[in-house]
């Protein structure tokens, strides 16, 4: 205040999206390559071990957010280079709960949504 200075809070960010698995689905690293190669329109991905050999074998079982969500189109703008971009057999909710709880209870589920769904649920998931 002595030196004229004044503060102002500036907002960063409000979440980050988290990358998940179910829990016995051990995938630590996925690049964003890779993440495109799988969620891209028209992906003929059907098993992690496409996306590098040294990935367990299970059937890829995706869920991610509707088209009505933010988080859906920053993910597919930033991942596949278009908002909207992403293939379309994957399990899409507006509800994150539902997403949860389908790659938890999905032996090869992957998902994607906002990091506090993954706090409050990191018994369940695997983060990658």
């Known amino acids: 205040k002595e030196n004229g200075v004044s503060y102002s809070e500036v907002q960063v960010a409000n979440d980050g999206i988290a990358i998940v698995t179910n829990k016995d689905l051990k995938i630590a690293c996925l690049t964003t390559d ?14 992690f071990n496409e996306l590098d050999p040294s ?29 909207g971009d992403t293939r379309t057999d ?21 998902g994607y949504f906002g990091f506090s769904y993954f706090e409050a649920n990191q018994d369940k998931l695997n983060l990658v």
């Open 34 to 47: 890779q993440l495109s190669k799988l969620w891209k329109k028209g992906s003929k991905v059907k098993s």
């Open 55 to 83: 990935f367990p074998s299970a059937e890829a079982s995706l869920y991610g957010p509707g088209t009505d969500s933010g988080t859906f189109d920053f993910f597919t703008e930033v991942i596949n280079g278009e908002k």
């Open 90 to 110: 994957y399990q899409p909710s507006e509800d994150d709960n539902v997403l949860v709880e389908g790659v938890a209870g999905d032996k090869g589920g992957l």
